[in-house]
């Protein structure tokens, strides 16, 4: 099956420091990818769509010059945490569709938790 | 009203049993249901995929869809501890729409 592959799966991280997410898609060419951030017995709460080729499409309230993204591939997308700051610890996980004949299916990544001390 | 409405639990149930998960959702353009489990610290793992209405079995999992009542519903037959984590449902419209995820229903299979 798909698989999604993302790393660090943990990462600590002094605050003010800028922290690389590295999402892949391993078997399949996924132009969209998604981050997702979750907090402690909460769900995904979708941060960004990331798009091969062109800039990231942010939710609301998601500041695009603390999360920069880039999809530089149709295989890679990475998510940098920039001057991060303790309250941006967190539980972050990326997705990408795996879209044939209109079916779409969502592969996740394992999920990269951030602490900033 | 959220698009997609799950129950977040927890629910306890006793190894064996059989469990009931469910969602209902308001829009009438999702075609594409997804079950989606996910240990503690772990990303979301897919389980079961299913196209409009219908039932459709995978092992011990059941996911079943009927869009009339735009309401889905997983269950798990002979329970195991191996099973606790938590449910998520997700369904979309298809093609690079954004998928819509439900909270989450926590599950916990004691022995």
């Known amino acids: 099956g798909a698989v999604v592959s993302q790393h660090p799966s943990r990462v600590i991280c002094k605050s003010g420091t800028s922290v690389k997410i590295e999402c892949r898609s391993l078997d399949f060419q996924a132009t969209t990818m998604f981050w997702y951030r979750q907090f402690p017995k909460q769900s995904l709460m979708l941060m960004a769509t990331?798009?091969?080729?062109?800039?990231?499409?942010?939710e609301q309230g998601v500041e695009k010059d603390k999360f920069l993204i880039n999809h530089a591939s149709l295989t890679l997308s990475t998510l940098t945490v920039t001057s991060a700051h303790p309250e941006d610890s967190s539980f972050y996980i990326c997705?990408?569709?795996?879209?044939?004949?209109?079916?779409?299916?969502?592969?996740f990544g394992q999920g990269t938790r951030l602490t900033v001390v | 009203q959220k698009e997609v409405e799950q129950d977040p639990g927890p629910l306890s149930v006793p190894e064996g049993a059989i469990v009931s998960l469910n969602c209902t959702y308001s829009?009438?353009?999702?075609?594409?249901f997804m079950w989606y489990r996910q240990y503690s610290r772990k990303g979301p793992e897919l389980l079961m995929y299913?196209?409009?209405?219908g039932n459709k079995e995978d092992g011990r999992f059941t996911a079943q869809v009927d869009k009339s009542s735009k309401y889905i519903s997983l269950f798990i037959r002979d329970s195991q501890p191996s099973d606790s984590a938590t449910y998520l449902c997700a369904m979309s419209g298809g093609g690079y729409q954004k998928v819509t995820f439900g909270t989450g229903t926590k599950l916990q299979v004691i022995p």
């Open positions: 990331s798009n091969e080729g062109s800039k990231a499409t942010y």
């Open positions: 299913t196209y409009s209405s």
């Open positions: 829009n009438s353009a999702f075609q594409y």
């Open positions: 997705s990408a569709y795996r879209v044939a004949k209109g079916k779409t299916e969502a592969f």
